[in-house]
Protein backbone atom coordinates (compact mmCIF):
# COMPACT_ATOMS: atom_id res chain seq x y z
CA UNK A 1 0.00 0.00 0.00
CA UNK A 2 1.38 3.48 -0.70
CA UNK A 3 1.87 5.70 1.97
CA UNK A 4 1.21 9.20 2.27
CA UNK A 5 4.23 11.51 3.23
CA UNK A 6 3.70 14.88 4.85
CA UNK A 7 6.85 17.54 4.14
CA UNK A 8 6.42 20.45 6.16
CA UNK A 9 8.80 23.94 6.93
CA UNK A 10 8.15 25.19 10.36
CA UNK A 11 10.03 27.66 12.79
CA UNK A 12 10.77 27.34 16.24
CA UNK A 13 7.89 29.09 16.78
CA UNK A 14 5.45 26.77 15.13
CA UNK A 15 5.12 29.38 11.63
CA UNK A 16 4.13 27.06 8.47
CA UNK A 17 2.84 29.83 6.61
CA UNK A 18 3.99 32.35 4.22
CA UNK A 19 7.37 30.59 3.80
CA UNK A 20 8.12 32.85 0.57
CA UNK A 21 8.37 35.46 2.85
CA UNK A 22 11.05 33.43 5.69
CA UNK A 23 14.55 34.88 6.17
CA UNK A 24 17.09 33.01 4.02
CA UNK A 25 18.68 29.92 5.89
CA UNK A 26 22.61 30.25 5.23
CA UNK A 27 24.23 27.39 3.90
CA UNK A 28 22.71 23.47 3.57
CA UNK A 29 20.69 24.93 0.80
CA UNK A 30 22.26 22.09 -1.56
CA UNK A 31 21.42 19.30 1.08
CA UNK A 32 17.90 20.43 1.38
CA UNK A 33 17.56 20.59 -2.38
CA UNK A 34 19.09 16.85 -2.65
CA UNK A 35 16.52 15.69 0.33
CA UNK A 36 13.76 17.11 -1.42
CA UNK A 37 14.66 16.06 -4.35
CA UNK A 38 15.26 12.04 -3.06
CA UNK A 39 11.60 12.58 -1.85
CA UNK A 40 10.29 13.21 -4.98
CA UNK A 41 12.16 10.26 -6.50
CA UNK A 42 10.27 7.74 -3.90
CA UNK A 43 6.88 9.55 -4.77
CA UNK A 44 4.77 9.52 -7.63
CA UNK A 45 1.90 12.17 -7.06
CA UNK A 46 1.77 15.16 -4.86
CA UNK A 47 -1.39 16.00 -2.85
CA UNK A 48 -1.70 19.63 -2.25
CA UNK A 49 -4.65 22.40 -1.10
CA UNK A 50 -5.46 25.09 -3.04
CA UNK A 51 -3.24 27.75 -2.04
CA UNK A 52 -0.17 25.56 -1.34
CA UNK A 53 -0.84 24.58 -5.41
CA UNK A 54 -1.46 27.94 -6.45
CA UNK A 55 1.74 28.79 -4.51
CA UNK A 56 3.99 25.71 -6.18
CA UNK A 57 2.35 26.46 -9.27
CA UNK A 58 3.10 30.12 -9.36
CA UNK A 59 7.06 28.63 -9.04
CA UNK A 60 7.87 25.48 -10.59
CA UNK A 61 4.77 25.87 -13.68
CA UNK A 62 6.63 26.64 -16.88
CA UNK A 63 10.13 25.97 -15.35
CA UNK A 64 12.96 22.98 -16.20
CA UNK A 65 16.25 22.23 -16.12
CA UNK A 66 17.09 20.92 -12.76
CA UNK A 67 16.22 17.60 -11.24
CA UNK A 68 13.43 18.86 -8.66
CA UNK A 69 11.54 20.94 -10.93
CA UNK A 70 11.76 18.63 -13.80
CA UNK A 71 10.69 15.87 -11.42
CA UNK A 72 7.64 18.17 -9.88
CA UNK A 73 6.61 19.09 -13.17
CA UNK A 74 5.99 15.90 -14.65
CA UNK A 75 4.32 13.84 -11.70
CA UNK A 76 0.58 13.55 -10.85
CA UNK A 77 -0.92 16.57 -8.83
CA UNK A 78 -3.74 15.91 -6.66
CA UNK A 79 -5.37 19.13 -5.74
CA UNK A 80 -8.20 19.24 -2.72
CA UNK A 81 -10.21 22.14 -3.41
CA UNK A 82 -14.17 23.47 -4.04
CA UNK A 83 -13.22 26.46 -5.74
CA UNK A 84 -10.48 25.68 -8.62
CA UNK A 85 -11.87 24.78 -11.33
CA UNK A 86 -9.27 24.71 -14.42
CA UNK A 87 -5.89 23.89 -13.19
CA UNK A 88 -3.13 24.91 -15.46
CA UNK A 89 -0.19 23.21 -13.88
CA UNK A 90 0.19 19.78 -15.75
CA UNK A 91 -0.87 16.31 -14.92
CA UNK A 92 -3.38 18.29 -12.30
CA UNK A 93 -6.54 16.61 -10.93
CA UNK A 94 -9.01 18.57 -8.47
CA UNK A 95 -10.66 16.83 -5.74
CA UNK A 96 -13.36 18.86 -4.69
CA UNK A 97 -15.33 15.76 -2.86
CA UNK A 98 -14.47 13.54 0.05
CA UNK A 99 -11.00 13.89 0.71
CA UNK A 100 -10.66 10.95 2.96
CA UNK A 101 -12.27 8.70 0.56
CA UNK A 102 -10.24 9.91 -2.18
CA UNK A 103 -6.96 9.41 -0.36
CA UNK A 104 -7.98 6.19 0.87
CA UNK A 105 -8.25 5.18 -2.93
CA UNK A 106 -4.98 6.94 -3.79
CA UNK A 107 -3.80 4.82 -1.37
CA UNK A 108 -4.93 1.17 -2.38
CA UNK A 109 -3.88 1.59 -5.73
CA UNK A 110 -0.59 0.43 -7.00
CA UNK A 111 2.14 3.29 -7.36
CA UNK A 112 5.04 4.81 -5.40
CA UNK A 113 3.92 6.94 -2.27
CA UNK A 114 2.61 10.23 -2.13
CA UNK A 115 4.28 13.41 -1.01
CA UNK A 116 1.68 16.08 0.84
CA UNK A 117 3.13 19.64 1.25
CA UNK A 118 1.89 21.51 3.84
CA UNK A 119 0.02 21.32 7.41
CA UNK A 120 -3.10 22.71 7.01
CA UNK A 121 -6.92 21.46 7.03
CA UNK A 122 -6.27 18.16 4.90
CA UNK A 123 -3.25 16.98 7.14
CA UNK A 124 -5.57 17.15 9.93
CA UNK A 125 -8.54 15.18 7.70
CA UNK A 126 -5.74 12.82 7.15
CA UNK A 127 -4.88 12.46 10.63
CA UNK A 128 -8.49 12.67 12.04
CA UNK A 129 -8.54 9.46 9.23
CA UNK A 130 -5.45 7.95 10.05
CA UNK A 131 -4.43 8.25 6.80
CA UNK A 132 -0.81 10.22 7.45
CA UNK A 133 2.22 7.83 7.88
CA UNK A 134 5.14 10.03 8.21
CA UNK A 135 5.90 13.52 8.81
CA UNK A 136 9.23 15.26 7.87
CA UNK A 137 9.17 18.58 9.69
CA UNK A 138 11.61 20.77 8.20
CA UNK A 139 12.57 22.86 11.71
CA UNK A 140 14.52 25.94 10.37
CA UNK A 141 16.31 28.54 13.33
CA UNK A 142 14.42 31.18 13.66
CA UNK A 143 11.51 32.45 15.70
CA UNK A 144 9.29 34.33 13.14
CA UNK A 145 6.88 35.86 16.05
CA UNK A 146 4.24 36.83 13.50
CA UNK A 147 1.13 34.51 11.28
CA UNK A 148 -2.54 33.93 12.40
CA UNK A 149 -4.04 30.73 13.67
CA UNK A 150 -4.14 29.22 10.01
CA UNK A 151 -0.16 29.99 9.97
CA UNK A 152 0.53 27.90 13.19
CA UNK A 153 0.88 23.89 12.89
CA UNK A 154 -0.58 23.52 16.36
CA UNK A 155 -4.58 23.06 15.89
CA UNK A 156 -7.03 21.45 17.76
CA UNK A 157 -7.70 17.90 17.24
CA UNK A 158 -7.66 14.37 18.42
CA UNK A 159 -4.57 12.27 19.48
CA UNK A 160 -1.80 10.95 16.88
CA UNK A 161 0.72 9.20 18.07
CA UNK A 162 3.79 8.76 15.78
CA UNK A 163 7.14 7.36 16.15
CA UNK A 164 11.19 9.45 15.97
CA UNK A 165 12.08 7.44 12.69
CA UNK A 166 15.03 10.21 11.98
CA UNK A 167 16.57 13.09 12.87
CA UNK A 168 19.00 14.87 9.96
CA UNK A 169 20.79 18.48 10.95
CA UNK A 170 21.82 20.49 7.71
CA UNK A 171 24.83 22.84 7.79
CA UNK A 172 22.06 25.70 7.51
CA UNK A 173 20.77 24.40 10.96
CA UNK A 174 17.96 23.23 9.65
CA UNK A 175 16.71 20.06 11.65
CA UNK A 176 14.61 17.95 9.60
CA UNK A 177 12.30 15.24 12.32
CA UNK A 178 11.20 12.16 10.19
CA UNK A 179 8.08 10.09 12.77
CA UNK A 180 6.74 7.07 11.03
CA UNK A 181 3.15 5.52 12.10
Same mark, same amino acid.
Given at each position: ?13 ? $? ?33 ? /? =? ?24 ? =? ?24 ? $? ?10 ? $? ?50 ? $? ?11 ? /??
Amino acid at each position: MRRIINATYITLDG $VIGGVENWPATEGGDDAGTTLQTELLGACDAVLLG /R =KTYESFAGVWEGRSGDPYTDRINEMR =KYVVSTTLRDPTWRNTTVVAGDVAAH $VEQLKSEPGKDI $VHYGFGGIAHTLLDHGLLDEVRLWFHPFFLRTGSADDLLFRQGSLARFDLAE $VRRLASGVVILTY /RT
